[in-house]
């Protein structure tokens, strides 16, 4: 740049030059009246900035394009935040919170402005996705149009985190009937069964924290139970419940067409086992002189097999294999990390200090994924750095395998709940011997997105073991 000209550039400046204009009488070319109070406006900064104004004073069919004062009407939480909301055209800044968010965002979206509805989204989102349990529910109770989209959003929350909101007391305390039903009036409910879906339906019901008398909620919310995907021991169950025994008549009427369904289940699964008998004995007729004559196949050790790791259930009361470790069972930063020897017939697990050594870190970040994101994600990202021991004059194939996912914890209802794999993970090796050194690392980091609404009385764990496939000399 030459010393003849000069590029000059205040936006700073102006903008804080405009700002003092607000509610300013001076060169104020319209007033806008909301409930009790006044506001000095113009025109032209309105219109700039919504498409709504832009329309009412540029078009002739509307009587406010030549008025010099406008009434505006609008819902009483709005015109609490209006000042607010209007001083965001002159200053473009405003101080959202939980309580005003919503008025803030109806007005920006009846007034069109853009910016606003999108830095509303946002903080929406933000509140959404950190799990404000609290917040939703007052919003739903409380506010007379908080907007299709807003109100979806907020219920599909409240869904997928069904049992933390009806364990919550302040949660349980806001909800009232009506909303309750739009919550419960869905597929997408997110609960271990529908048995818990009953239990605490049950426990708000009686804790009469509505104004219907019990037998009116009762019957209210009845129909949204899917009582025929309970099973016999569960329909028992809410037959001689507090509320089972207290309204027999409301209760059956629901349950009989269950039991009718269940009876028929019964006896389609005694017909299939007869079949399979049948069918198991025609076999063995059959294959009996070849299972004779033939030789018995050489025992083979297996590799390691996945079955562990699979989401179905580990057994009632939740049993879990003895070559399974959980990150529960170390102290989690540096361990000494289980190890299997498949060579060995018995499968005997050893933890042998100084033989595979595992330092291990996670970290654990936010992760939202989009702006319709309504249940919490959290990105995490596992760090394990191996050091394991040299055989001298040995080579040893190994599997090193890390798992995570989620085990019931003691206060979940259903200790009966399976062990369920997020991550399944098996890094392939070979350790052989190097000169002067007694120990080696290997290093394996990855990352996973993580949803704890979901865990539901679980906890989050890892496992990780060794196993030797095989020696080799």
């Not at 990855?446 to 949803?451: C, D, N, Q, V």
Request: glycine share 4%.
């Amino acid at each position: 740049m030459s010393t003849r000209d000069r590029h000059v550039n205040c936006p700073a400046s102006l903008g804080a030059r405009l700002a003092l204009e607000f509610n300013n009488q001076d060169f104020s070319d319209v007033k806008l009246v909301v409930g009790k109070k006044t506001f000095y406006t113009h025109r032209m900064l309105l219109a700039n900035q919504s498409e709504m104004f832009r329309i009412m004073f540029k078009g002739s069919q509307w009587l406010e394009a030549t008025q010099e004062e406008i009434d505006l009407t609008e819902l009483r939480e709005c015109e609490a935040v209006f000042h607010d909301f209007l001083q965001f055209f002159y200053s473009a800044r405003i101080h959202l919170t939980t309580d005003n968010i919503v008025a803030v965002r109806i007005l920006a979206d009846k007034y069109q402005h853009i910016q606003l509805i999108r830095e509303c989204d946002r903080f929406i989102q933000q509140i959404i996705v950190h799990d404000e349990i609290d917040v939703l529910v007052g919003w739903l109770v409380n506010m007379v149009n908080l907007g299709d989209k807003l109100e979806q959003r907020c219920l599909s929350k409240l869904q997928l985190d069904y049992t933390k909101l009806m364990t919550s007391e302040s949660s349980r305390n806001l909800l009232t009937l009506d909303l309750l039903m739009k919550i419960v009036d869905s597929p997408y409910i997110l609960v271990r069964n529908e048995l818990m879906l009953f239990k605490l339906l049950a426990g708000w019901i009686m804790e009469r924290r509505h104004q219907s008398s019990q037998k009116s909620a009762l019957t209210k919310l009845l129909p949204f139970i899917r009582f025929e995907h309970m099973t016999i021991e569960q329909l028992g169950a809410v037959e001689s419940s507090h509320l089972g025994v207290k309204y027999p008549d409301v209760i059956m009427k629901h349950m009989f067409e269950a039991y009718k369904i269940r009876a028929q289940l019964a006896v389609k699964d005694k017909e299939k086992e007869k079949a399979k008998k049948k069918d198991k004995d025609k076999d063995k007729d059959a294959e009996g002189e070849k299972m004779e004559v033939e030789k018995p196949a050489k025992f083979v050790w297996p590799t390691v097999q996945l079955r562990l790791y699979t989401d179905s259930p580990w057994g009632s009361g939740y049993t879990k294999p003895i070559d399974t470790f959980l990150s529960t069972e170390y102290d989690i930063g540096n361990f000494s990390c289980p190890v299997m020897d498949m060579a060995v017939k018995s499968g005997k697990v050893t933890q042998e200090p100084d033989t595979w050594i595992i330092n291990y870190k996670r970290e654990v970040k936010t992760y939202i994924e989009s702006e319709d994101q309504v249940i919490s994600k959290v990105l995490v990202s596992h760090d394990f750095t191996c050091k394991y021991k040299i055989t001298p004059d040995q080579i040893r194939n190994y599997e090193l395998v890390i798992l995570t996912g989620y085990v019931p914890t003691d206060e979940a209802e259903d200790q009966e709940t399976a062990f369920t794999t997020l991550t399944a993970k098996k890094h392939l090796g070979t350790i052989k011997p190097i000169a002067l050194k007694t120990h080696s690392r290997r290093r394996i980091k990855f990352t996973e997105i993580l949803k704890p609404a979901l865990l539901g009385g679980c906890e989050y764990v890892f496992s990780v073991g060794v196993y030797f496939k095989e020696n080799k000399t």
